[in-house]
């Protein structure tokens, strides 16, 4: 680790630190139930110390378990402290192996607080003027170690904002030097601390009287001698009565500076931290943005880079192709890994490729595209083992080839193992199946060792595969990964190759009108507020909600910057003014506008066509999301969002057909349930909602009111995402009572169906899963969570599991289906898939036989005892669809 001159000693707090990140960083878990969100929170700032101080010394202080000599002062000291969840203090073990391996001294003395060692370290070094020392807390009681040489770093806003303390900045905030924050705790005590302090001086006058007459023994030499000038006969009385607890508070506020333990400079030195052991912690706890901060630059200067492993005899840096068979023979499996350069004014360039079995590792730097496509071709009759086969595809694709679609993807299947868990890069990957640290995969190729760098990377995923076969078949999903999620990827590969056909020119028209709303939206919003704002800055449009026109914050929540605007907050006060409405109105404008309108048009390719990413290893459930453009996010209930719909056209000649599932999730309940009601209804092509609104209100199907109607389906579907009675009252409009009563109606009516939930969340409590039919499954480590919002996430996430999962493996098995078929019967082409709707382009002349067929096929592709309806519309544009 670099020095610098002088000396820098960090000393941290290290109790603060860890209360301030776990209040600061979600409650984070990994796939074993461990919490690790306050030992994110700590590797965080230890990295952003180590990275941008460079200190040549640094030491972690703790309190230890007990009582300190402070406790025999006053039996009542930091009495009231509510005892915090056993999760936050099971991480201070998990921190100290995190210090280990960066090689960071920590120390902790039975009888004494942290504080007290910070003290005691700080004190023996403020005499030394090569010594700058900075204390790290979030606890204003080291402001009295504040000196010339030394500085406390205050935690001011959960872990990203600090204030640095020096003595101008302590005399600037309390009004006097840090010599008197003992004497100010004296008098105005600390509730935190339980430190009583005098009963009746707070804050104000404590200050005074420091500034007034110096601190704690001056002030009652001087009232001894009868010369508290200028003070109130109350003030004086208040300070006699209090003397005695005055000096006490004094003595528990004041750190000791010689605790007897054994330390040194030396000891306490940074030194070289043991990257392969953070990287095994770090891959351990899944905190894959720091795993991908620590294998880039950021912290190049700060620390020594791993040491490459020695290049092996068994990689072969090749010249060229025709070498592969000399190397591999009839190898039936090969790992395969391309590594793109940076893009240039040129054009694709490639750093290098790579091949590789368990036995041999062949690479060649900076191929040519023949080469490259070369390389695909022999391995087109081989199963391949890939760490992302679909961006391989992409990129082995510029050279007008693809490449075997047989084999194993890593981060598929590894998605798949860890399914829930945070998503992680090759790397973790790597080092999660093969229990050791790998060695970085380079970004670009610079030189021979990133060559033989990413020749060792790949030489690794044969074992890698053989490790996830085995995990997959010991978890059940060798069929779920061999026939849905292995065979999608080429599906998803063609669907991105196709794109969808943009009308650019509609969208700079709709922009053009979309801008002319927002400056009369914008105008109609100041006038009501009586002058000009920023109506996109919170702070300004709180100001003008909650102050200018006085709207009431009852129920409000508050950040740190004042009262909430968010969209649920302003959802609260929508009838209370009618700038509410107006203000909802602007931001889905201006989102709509910004989001698509204004961007789509530069996103389009040469044949004026858009290419959506869709994202297999993203959502816990199975689902796909679409990203670059987010084409899954265009409201389709709105006018807006429908009107942008319209730019999306088929191209002359084609026609987009849409096939949309109906309800599909609720025959998922019907059907896995086994409600005969339900199931009865569907059967017959009823109305599932007038139906059930039938059942618990008592009344025909046909007197079902509308709102009835209204509250049913918002219960029918409530029930696949856990909506409980407080949801469903702000959902419908109607008390909580109502709600309430609403939802024990409903499940009176269908027993079968509560029956089905409870089964479901009993079943995942025992196995700590949740599963869907085709065998999908959700680790749920956090129903054993002792934190109540932990445990309650995680027991809804175990009830809409198996529905949510089950209704994306039957798309997914359909858009499979789908494919191959059009693919031997038709020049159709799947362009789209948007949570339950297919959108494929078709020939006029095969629209109504491909729409059918594709229509049989989405409705065939599970076998249950409810029909699965897809509905199916055809147009020029994706607004404008009508029946076939």
Request: aromatic share 6%; hydrophobic share 40%; glycine share 6%.
């Amino acid at each position: 680790m670099p020095r610098t001159t002088p000396k820098t000693l960090f000393i941290i707090d290290g109790n603060s630190l860890l209360h301030r990140a776990w209040h600061a960083i979600p409650p984070l878990t990994n796939k074993n139930g461990t919490v690790v969100n306050a030992v994110y929170g700590f590797a965080m700032v230890i990295e952003k110390l180590i990275r941008e101080e460079k200190p040549t010394h640094m030491a972690v202080c703790w309190d230890i378990k007990g009582a300190t000599f402070r406790d025999e002062i006053f039996e009542d000291y930091k009495a009231g402290r509510p005892e915090k969840e056993q999760e936050l203090y099971d991480q201070i073990s998990l921190i100290q192996d995190l210090l280990t391996a960066w090689g960071v001294a920590s120390f902790g003395v039975e009888g004494y607080e942290a504080d007290d060692l910070i003290a005691t370290i700080a004190e023996r070094e403020r005499k030394n003027p090569e010594t700058k020392t900075v204390i790290v807390t979030g606890d204003l009681d080291a402001l009295q170690l504040v000196d010339a040489l030394t500085d406390v770093r205050f935690f001011v806003k959960g872990l990203s904002q600090t204030k640095t303390y020096n003595p101008a900045a302590v005399r600037e905030r309390y009004g006097f030097g840090p010599e008197h924050i003992v004497d100010y705790k004296g008098l105005a005590g600390d509730t935190s601390d339980n430190i009583p302090g005098v009963k009746g001086i707070g804050a104000k006058t404590a200050t005074q009287l420091i500034t007034m007459f110096g601190g704690v023994d001056a002030i009652y030499t001087a009232l001894k001698k009868d010369k508290l000038d200028g003070l109130s006969a109350g003030v004086i009385e208040k300070l006699r009565i209090g003397e005695k607890s005055a000096c006490m508070s004094v003595e528990l506020a004041t750190v000791k500076r010689d605790v007897p333990f054994k330390w040194s400079m030396k000891a306490i030195a940074t030194k070289m931290p043991d990257m392969a052991r953070i990287k095994e912690l770090y891959v351990g706890w899944e905190f894959s943005s720091l795993l991908r901060k620590l294998n880039g630059e950021s912290l190049s200067t700060a620390i020594q880079p791993p040491k490459s492993t020695k290049s092996s005899s068994r990689i072969h840096v090749g010249t060229s192709p025709s070498e592969l068979h000399d190397l591999f023979g009839d190898a039936k499996e090969v790992a395969l890994d391309v590594l793109v350069q940076p893009a240039d004014l040129f054009g694709t360039s490639f750093g290098a490729i790579a091949v590789a079995n368990s036995d041999q590792v062949w690479v060649l730097a900076h191929p040519s595209r023949d080469q490259v496509r070369s390389v695909a071709e022999w391995c087109a009759d081989k199963s391949l083992i890939t760490a992302d086969l679909k961006a391989l595809a992409h990129v082995v694709a510029v050279c007008e080839c693809e490449p075997s679609w047989k084999g194993v993807d890593l981060s598929v299947a590894a998605y798949l193992l860890g399914v829930g868990d945070r998503q992680q890069d090759l790397d973790a990957i790597l080092t999660s199946l093969l229990g050791s640290t790998v060695p970085d995969r380079p970004r670009q190729v610079d030189s021979e060792k990133d060559v033989r760098r990413l020749a060792e990377v790949v030489g690794l995923f044969p074992k890698a595969a053989r490790e996830i076969k085995r995990e997959l078949k010991d978890q059940d999903m060798e069929a779920l990964y061999a026939e849905i999620e292995h065979p999608l990827i080429r599906v998803l590969f063609q669907m991105e190759r196709e794109g969808i056909a943009v009308d650019s020119g509609a969208l700079e028209e709709m922009s053009h009108v979309m801008q002319k709303e927002i400056e009369s939206l914008s105008k109609k919003i100041w006038k009501v507020a009586g002058g000009e704002f920023n109506i996109s800055s919170p702070s300004q449009l709180a100001d003008v909600l909650f102050v200018k026109l006085l709207l009431p914050v009852k129920g409000i929540k508050k950040t740190q910057t004042g009262y909430s605007t968010a969209a649920t907050e302003l959802e609260k006060i929508w009838e209370a003014h009618h700038i509410v409405p107006l203000i909802s109105q602007y931001r889905e404008l201006t989102k709509l506008k910004s989001t698509y309108v204004d961007t789509l048009p530069q996103l389009v390719d040469a044949q004026g066509r858009v290419h959506t990413s869709y994202n297999q290893t993203v959502a816990a459930t199975g689902r796909l999301s679409s990203s670059d453009p987010n084409l899954q996010n265009i409201p389709v209930r709105t006018e807006l969002g429908r009107e942008i719909r319209r730019a999306f056209v088929a191209h002359k000649g084609m026609r987009l057909v849409s096939l949309d599932y109906s309800q599909i999730e609720l025959r998922l309940v019907a059907a896995l349930s086994g409600d005969k009601k339900m199931q009865a209804v569907f059967k017959k092509g009823g109305d599932i909602h007038a139906s059930t609104a039938a059942e618990v209100f008592g009344v025909p199907v046909e007197k079902v009111t509308k709102d009835e109607r209204r509250a049913a389906k918002a219960v029918n579907f409530g029930i696949i995402y856990g909506m409980g009675p407080r949801a469903l009252s702000r959902n419908i409009h109607v008390s909580f009572e109502e709600a309430k009563a609403f939802i024990e109606r409903y499940f009176q009516a269908f027993p079968t169906v509560r029956a089905y939930l409870d089964d479901s969340l009993n079943k995942a409590q025992k196995v700590g899963y949740a599963i869907s039919e085709f065998g999908r499954r959700r680790r749920l480590p956090d129903l054993k969570s002792s934190l109540p919002m932990l445990r309650a996430a995680a027991e809804r996430m175990a009830v809409n599991m198996p529905l949510q999962g089950t209704a994306a493996d039957v798309m997914k098995i359909a858009m499979i289906r789908v494919q191959e078929w059009v693919e031997k019967h038709s020049k159709a082409h799947m362009l789209l898939q948007v949570h339950d709707e297919l959108v494929l382009e078709v020939p006029v002349k095969d629209v109504e036989t491909v729409a059918q067929e594709v229509k049989k096929i989405m409705e065939s592709a599970a076998d249950l005892p409810v029909p699965l309806n897809v509905d199916v519309e055809v147009g020029s544009n994706w607004r404008d669809l009508g029946k076939l």
